[in-house]
């Protein structure tokens, strides 16, 4: 069964066509690339999914509810997470907070329980739930820490861990290899395939790193200006001419 | 930081923030009946400027129009204690509800412009309100202003009209002025408490995320609309608490004491004492009050020269030092206490523990 659904939709800013007629769909507990040159409009959808923007046609759906229904804030109580291609992390906040405010979804002490500390389990729950993923991930040590000044790896792996914390259905990871070095992307590669397995995930992932797509993912989507150019496994996608046209350039030898 | 030194580090806040409390609670006995009503009067301050705290520092929303949500409080409660006779803490408490609700309405505008066309919006208020309370001079008292009384039997046993005051009950043995001091003190700290918890929560860090990142934020689940309005409506309703107080410690309301003027203060407030933290604006308010009510009465009223007065001056004298703060400390007195912590701590470290650890980058077990 597909879990989200990606159907005729169409962007557009002023004249330029961000996404055109892109129509996919992603079965659960696939892990989903998409990939293609920079500005094929992958952040895009990502944004469209995220509601961050609107599509001028089309329909996205989750588990089978209109997602176009819904505003922004509502998507991460529907199981939706995310990551941010240039980090989009709250450099006033400690690490473990940080992670936290991806709990927000998933938590509901307003203004009069948070005020009279009548948040007092809910708090203790989160904090452990961020806490565990802070381990999960290597980074305990850090969280009591800034944000700012940390290794640009570490801080993306922040961002994963916040992503996390809300039990996502649904993850979206924007570029989660840029700028890490060999040896981490390798183990990135591998903590997205055990958290998947772990949590009992859904993973769509846009990345440059062909080493780690046709690693990890069960299907890939190219894509070339805004329009899919090819869909299927890793091996049948590496071998379409089309794709080696627009993106990979020649036969496939990096990795 | 090692264990010891976090150690040590929890026992010297105990300590200093003892020593604080000790030395707040000993102040009106202290102090003279003169200096006891001045140092009461530093408290609306500090609640005002822990209100724009939250909602400035925070929240990342810029207020100049802190002035006016004061002002509504301090009216609330004359016209209250004027016509109605309520008790004087149901007064604050009404006003603080009427604040929150005028918070929201000046905060509504927040959802659609931000920064410094929000400070412009919150500008016209603070600017428009002492013309609103012009205009109905018939119920405010106008610049006259309006004094705040009660009906008591005088000495010849006739009912007469009397500045209302805040009386100790005999039980305490206390002076008037020493009781009004606990009482709007108690009121203060539970106020400061209640936004301790806040901005250590679900909330706070929701606030927090808006001001640094609002797409994170959003992309997170955070009601950035709620939570901007709701935010500027608590913080209204903290100035309003303080206004109302200010109200009841003078028994008399009049417009000339919120004007932008005002607004500015509790701006600076925030910023000396440093923004974004809890002790801030207490602290940013007694180094206001200690500047108006100890430095400027101190300041000669000709400096020769010149013949400057420099006690007219104070306004250009506070700004100046403003502006040479911000070069020096931008993050106010606490950034500074905290930052000089912290190169003691890493002072105190380095003979232990050998050279500072670095983060580790890689390496998931």
Known sequence: ?255 | MSAAGRLRDTRSIIVVSGVLVVVVLALPQVLDAFWTRRITLWIPLALAALGLNLLTGYNGQISVGHGALYGVGAYSTALILNEWKWPQLAAIAASAVICFVAGVAVGLPALRIKGLYLALVTLAVATLFPQVLEQFSGTTGGSAGLAITNQEMNRRGVLADRAIRVEAPTWTGLADDQWAYYVFLAVAALCFLVVRNLVRSRVGRSMIAIRDNEVAAEVSGVNVAIVKVLTFGVSAALAGVGGAIFAILQARVSSGSFTLVASLYFLVAVVVGGSASIAGPAIGAVAIGLFQDVVTPALPESVTPWDLNAKAATPLILGTMLILLMLAAPGGIVGSARQLRARLAVRAQRPADGPIPTPTTGGTP
């Open chain 1, 1 to 255: 069964m597909s879990l989200l659904e990606v159907e005729d939709v169409e962007v557009r800013f002023g004249g330029v066509v961000a996404l055109a007629n892109l129509t996919f769909s992603i079965a659960a507990g696939e892990i989903f690339a998409l990939i293609g040159p920079n500005g094929a409009g992958k952040t895009t959808l990502f944004n469209v999914v995220s509601r961050l923007y609107q599509p001028s046609q089309g329909a996205v759906r989750f588990a089978g509810t209109d997602l176009l229904a819904l505003p922004a804030h509502r998507i991460a109580a529907s199981g939706i997470a995310r990551t941010f291609q240039n980090l989009a992390l709250i450099p006033g906040l400690s690490v473990l907070d940080n992670v936290a405010v991806g709990a927000h979804a998933a938590t509901s002490a307003g203004f009069w329980r948070s005020g009279l500390r009548l948040n007092r389990g809910e708090e203790r729950r989160v904090r452990a739930d961020a806490l565990g993923l802070l381990d999960r991930l290597g980074l305990a040590d850090l969280a009591q820490r800034p944000c700012a000044g940390l290794p640009y790896g570490t801080l993306k792996r922040i961002e994963l861990a916040r992503a996390m914390v809300a039990r996502p259905r649904l993850l979206l990871l924007d570029e989660p290899a840029a700028g890490l070095t060999h040896a981490e992307v390798d183990e990135l590669g591998g903590v997205i395939r055990s958290l998947r397995d772990e949590h009992d995930l859904t993973v769509l992932l846009v990345e440059h790193h062909m080493g780690m797509v046709m690693g990890i993912s069960d299907n890939v989507v190219v894509m070339d200006l805004g329009a899919k150019i090819a869909e299927g496994p890793p091996a049948d996608v590496q071998a379409n001419p089309a794709v080696i046209a627009a993106y990979l350039g020649a036969p496939v030898e990096e990795v």
